[in-house]
Each structure stands twice: as structure tokens, then as C-alpha cells.
């Protein structure tokens, strides 16, 4: 078996004796460019790294760490790994890394210096070869890859409910059409029942079936209810017929004809839909929009099509209430927001409100948010809600002033 080599340190440390003072400052001078190396090819690096001992006290930092968990560099060494990352519990994990002496892996979320997804891995020292014993802890930021992951596991989750919705809308739109189709049969039937009136005439009326011995009241009452029953049937009919085609409204791609627009425009266009439902309502509408907003590459149509469904919830969620739209620019982009002074949205629902079929309301479809989150992904753009038990929701959409273009692969060797 080959013997193992030995280090530059190790062959100082044995001759270390019968060194003089000129080869012990060559030494120094060699291990602080070692150190300092070192120091920059750790700073370099992505990956926040940190030592600790075996109590759990901080030795090193690179400058990663900073970034990712907002820890100075300056202050850290002597600060307890506990008090930095508290989300975990360390004492299980450094008895854990010392008893096994294997590697170790974990994954957590932090809120502060802003919100992320980090994976740790834990390396315990070699007691053998270490000066003292401790844990090398190697911090990644998966923020990234966890939201790749969660969109990959939602196209995957869409394109089933696409197949779905096809499926459903082929098994379910031929029988809806021939039920609509025939109970307008029936409801022509029922107005010439209607007119069916007794006839002072010495020869007996001819009466249609079912109607002998009723009189002219008794048959309007019964074609009374025949109509009620009728309209009921005819609603849950329009009512399967609508959610079928929302559902494949929220799911199916559509292709944006994406033009410089104004969104004050669009919002403006919008109101003026919606105003006599919201007249009817009585709600007070304030409107604060920046007008400077400059136009921004959209689908116009899609986009009112977003802020009705917006708009619509905002109006269903408030009794007499104030309804605020208003519109702005920030990072390389354009927004509008929609609040309402309704009663907001528990806490344990906002991360559920663009789920399919997930609604807080006691007619809604489900599906309505879940067209908005669609067609603002489509147009590059972001979502953000805010809501407070009691003062109301507010919904922002942010839209790209710039249409995002294709990126193409580079020509080498001269070629085209």
C-alpha cells in the first residue's frame, strides 16, 4: 500500500527545529498566500460556506453567506450557528453529524434577509486529520430549482387537466345540446297549452291529452309550473354549460396578438362594461392612475378579460363598499392593482385562490382566478395578493414593458 504523501505543513512541522529565522519568514510568507487563496477561491464561490465547532459556535464564513442569510462577515465568527439559522434544530443535527460522522443533508425555508428555499449539507471533520473537531456546513440556494420544479409539476398537472377538460367537454356538450334542444320543444309546447281556451260551441272542443276535465284555469296553472320547472332545468343546463366552457377557457393556450397598449385604456374600456353593474351596486369606485403611464406590448382583450374577473370579484366581495383601481410603473414594467373593502381572505386560503374549482364563494366556479393566473403568466407578468381578515383583498398585476424576445444560439467560425 502507497504511503501517503505528505503536506508542505506537515514537512515544516518536522524540521521545524532547525529552521532559522529567514526560512520561517519564507514559511509565514507561503501560508499567508495559501490562506489568501484560499480566501478568495471561497469567496468566489455561489455556496455559502461555514465552519462551526463541535458546540455549535461559528469559526468561518465566506461571503456568500451574507447574501443568503444576511449574517456579517465581520460579526460572525464567535456568534452561535443557532442564533443565526434558527429555523433548525441544531442540536440534533451537530449530535447527529457527530455520532454518524457520514454526511448529511437538510432542507429549509428563511424569511429574512428575503425569502428562500436553501438546502444544507453537513460534513463532520475527521478527528484524525483536523486541528479540532467541528461540521463544515455547505448552504445552497435552491429558491431557483424548487419554483422550476413546482412549474414543471404544474404544466404537468395542466396538460392532464387539458386532457381532461377535452375528454369531459366531448362526453358532456353532446348530451347538454340535445337536452337544451328538447326542453325548447317542451317550452313550445307549453305556450300552446297556454292557448287552449274552451269553445262556447255546441260541438265538444277537441282537447289535447292529458287536459280532458281541466278547465282553462286549471290548465294555465299547470303550464304555470310546467314553466317554472322548465326555466330550473334550462339554468342548470346554461350553469353546465358554462363551467365546462370556463374550464376549458382556463387550461386551453391561446395565442396572444400582443400590441403597445395602454393599460389606463384598457382599465377605462373595462369600467365602462361593468358600470351598471356596479351602479347597480352602489359601490364607490376611486380610481388612481398614473397618467404618464407609458404603453406596454399586451393582448388588450385578454387583459380586460382579466380585469372583469378581477373587477367582478372585488364587487362580489363587498356590501356597499369602495372599490379602488389604480395603475402605476416600476421595474421595467407596468401594474394595476384592484383592492375591494370586502372580508378579505382567510390566511389558510390565499395560497389556494388559483387552484381549479377552489372558490370562496357560494356560486363561484373556481376558475376564474385561475384564467387571470393563466393569462398573465402567458404575457411574462407577475401576481401579487394582499389580504387582511375584515379590510379587504388587493390583487396587483405587473406586466413587461418589453416583449421578451427568442434567444438564438452563437455562430462560431464565422459561419451564418
Do not use: C
Not at 521545524?16 to 464561490?45: C, P, Y
Not at 455547505?138 to 409539476?153: N, S
Amino acid at each position: 500500500m502507497a504511503a501517503k504523501k505528505s503536506s508542505f505543513l506537515d514537512k515544516v512541522l518536522g524540521r521545524i527545529g532547525r529552521l532559522d529565522k529567514a526560512d520561517l519568514q519564507l514559511v509565514i510568507k507561503r501560508l499567508a498566500r495559501e490562506r489568501a487563496f484560499l480566501e478568495t477561491l471561497f469567496n468566489s464561490i455561489e455556496d455559502g460556506v461555514l465552519v462551526v465547532d463541535e458546540g455549535g459556535k461559528i469559526l468561518y464564513v465566506n461571503q456568500a453567506v451574507t447574501h443568503l442569510i444576511g449574517l456579517k462577515a465581520d460579526s460572525a465568527e464567535g456568534t452561535q450557528i443557532a442564533d443565526a439559522l434558527p429555523g433548525l434544530d441544531w442540536k440534533a443535527i451537530l449530535r447527529s453529524a457527530d455520532a454518524s460522522k457520514t454526511y448529511e443533508s437538510h432542507e429549509f425555508e428563511i424569511e429574512w434577509p428575503r425569502p428562500r428555499f436553501l438546502r444544507l449539507h453537513v460534513a463532520p471533520f475527521d478527528r484524525e486529520t483536523a486541528e479540532q473537531p467541528g461540521l463544515a456546513l455547505i448552504l445552497h440556494d435552491a429558491t431557483e430549482a424548487r419554483q422550476k420544479t413546482f412549474e414543471a409539476i404544474e404544466s404537468e398537472r395542466i396538460q392532464a387537466l387539458t386532457l381532461l377538460a377535452a375528454s369531459v367537454a366531448h362526453e358532456i356538450g353532446n348530451p347538454l345540446n340535445a337536452l337544451h334542444i328538447h326542453l325548447q320543444l317542451l317550452e313550445r309546447e307549453i305556450g300552446k297549452l297556454r292557448k287552449l281556451k274552451p269553445k262556447q260551441s255546441r260541438r265538444t272542443p277537441k282537447r289535447t291529452p292529458g287536459t280532458e276535465g281541466k278547465s282553462s284555469d286549471d290548465v294555465e296553472s299547470i303550464s304555470e309550473k310546467m314553466q317554472g320547472y322548465l326555466d330550473v332545468a334550462k339554468g342548470e343546463i346554461d350553469r353546465l354549460d358554462y363551467i365546462v366552457s370556463q374550464f376549458l377557457e382556463a387550461i386551453r393556450p391561446s395565442a396572444l396578438d400582443l400590441k403597445p397598449v395602454s393599460l389606463n385604456d384598457v382599465l377605462a374600456d373595462t369600467l365602462k362594461l361593468l358600470r351598471p353593474e356596479l351602479d347597480n351596486r352602489d359601490l364607490t369606485v376611486e380610481e388612481k392612475l398614473n397618467p404618464a403611464l407609458p404603453n406596454a406590448p399586451m393582448d388588450a382583450a385578454q387583459i380586460k378579460q382579466v380585469l372583469v374577473n378581477l373587477i367582478k370579484n372585488a364587487m362580489q366581495a363587498m356590501n356597499r363598499g369602495v372599490l379602488t383601481l389604480e395603475t402605476g410603473e416600476g421595474l421595467d414594467g407596468v401594474w394595476v392593482s384592484v383592492a375591494d373593502t370586502g372580508g378579505g381572505i382567510p390566511q389558510e386560503k390565499i395560497n389556494r385562490i388559483f387552484d381549479p374549482y377552489f372558490t370562496t364563494k357560494t356560486k363561484g366556479s373556481g376558475l376564474g382566478l385561475m384564467i387571470v393566473q393563466r393569462i398573465i403568466r402567458e404575457h411574462g407578468g407577475q401576481i401579487g395578493v394582499e389580504s387582511s381578515p375584515d379590510q379587504g383583498t388587493r390583487i396587483k398585476i405587473w406586466l413587461p414593458l418589453h416583449e421578451r424576445k427568442p434567444k438564438l444560439l452563437a455562430v462560431h467560425g464565422g459561419e451564418e
